[in-house]
């Protein structure tokens, strides 16, 4: 069957230096979202850091991002002289327990493949989920995954 193609309008394509793009992806999301999953999603995005804390100094955070019924792990760094210690491990805790609490299914994180960090999440209960062929700087990533519910 043909596809019937539509008179082009006219519109100019630029780059954006400013938020209007972020404004009209907020408005138009919920609708996107709705046709192509085909039922009324809800969504809601929040972003949360954690922090491990020892003699008023940070030497841990994590960052995690809570959309569509998953956390994200986007971020988790201890300062090398404090690893080892559980502040990892700690954390991914926090993170769990954020994720369930916002009704996440499972928390997720993309690290290098076959890497000291893939080790440390599968230590802390993640399973490997995917791998991405040369998906960051023409490097293999290992999508992880840990089922909260």
């Known amino acids: 069957?043909?596809?019937?193609?539509?008179?082009?309008?006219?519109?100019?394509?630029?780059?954006l230096h400013d938020d209007r793009a972020g404004t009209f992806?907020?408005?138009?999301?919920?609708?996107?979202?709705?046709?192509?999953?085909?039922?009324?999603?809800?969504?809601?995005?929040?972003t949360y850091d954690?922090?491990?804390?020892?003699?008023?100094e940070i030497v841990g955070a994590l960052r995690m991002r809570v959309a569509e019924s998953l956390g994200y792990v986007e971020e988790i760094m201890v300062l090398p002289e404090r690893r080892r210690h559980g502040i990892g491990r700690r954390m991914?805790?926090?993170?769990?327990?954020?994720?369930?609490?916002?009704?996440?299914?499972?928390?997720?994180?993309?690290v290098p493949h076959r890497s000291g960090a893939q080790t440390f999440f599968e230590v802390c209960g993640f399973r490997e989920e995917a791998v991405l062929p040369q998906h960051a700087w023409k490097k293999d990533v290992a999508v992880l995954r840990k089922f909260l519910l």
């Open 92 to 110: 991914l805790e926090t993170a769990a327990e954020i994720g369930s609490y916002n009704n996440c299914h499972k928390l997720t994180v993309a």
């Open 50 to 56: 954690v922090a491990a804390i020892a003699d008023d």
């Open 1 to 15: 069957m043909p596809i019937s193609r539509s008179p082009l309008l006219q519109v100019e394509v630029v780059r």
């Open 25 to 46: 992806f907020q408005k138009a999301r919920r609708e996107a979202l709705n046709t192509m999953w085909g039922f009324n999603v809800v969504w809601h995005e929040q």
